[in-house]
């Protein structure tokens, strides 16, 4: 039972990472943060439903051992318990300009510059969203369900 749980609730973490990308290509900062709140709820559940599953069937040590090392999943408990127990998420957008521009220098002689031309290839602007460790909500959410797949199907393989 407890691996259909987590595979739900992986979906449903799926689900909110999506919303995350599409709120913050919107611009919607309000509720990029309501999508990070509900994905790390729904991904935290994973672990929780795993964890009760073991220490039912005496394998806490080999739920431990999946979870060790995890640089994700810690992050992610403390950021969800933080939410939780303590106060809302916060999110900061960071933002950025990048221009790109070419410089061609034309003269006969090196001391003589008859000509300078700076042409803008491009500009890109946007924002990143950080929590307020600064740490990208987006990368780390990324990394967090690549951690948590693995999670899954390693517990599969050795809590049965």
Do not use: W
């Amino acid at each position: 039972m407890s691996v259909e749980n987590q595979k739900e609730k992986f979906n449903e973490a799926e689900y909110f990472y999506s919303e995350m990308q599409s709120k913050y290509h919107e611009g919607n900062i309000e509720h990029f943060k309501y999508c990070v709140s509900a994905f790390s709820t729904a991904a935290r559940s994973i672990l929780q439903y795993a964890h009760d599953d073991a220490k039912s069937k005496g394998k806490s040590k080999k739920y431990r051992n999946l979870i060790k090392n995890k640089k994700a999943i810690k992050y992610f408990k403390g950021i969800r318990n933080l939410n939780i127990h303590v106060k809302p998420l916060k999110t900061v957008a960071h933002g950025y300009s990048e221009i790109s521009a070419s410089l061609t220098v034309a003269g006969e002689e090196k001391s003589e510059i008859k000509e300078i031309l700076v042409s803008e290839e491009g500009a890109t602007t946007g924002y990143t969203y950080h929590f307020e460790d600064g740490t990208n909500v987006l990368e780390k959410g990324k990394e967090y369900l690549l951690e948590l797949e693995r999670f899954i199907s390693n517990y599969m393989a050795t809590v049965k």
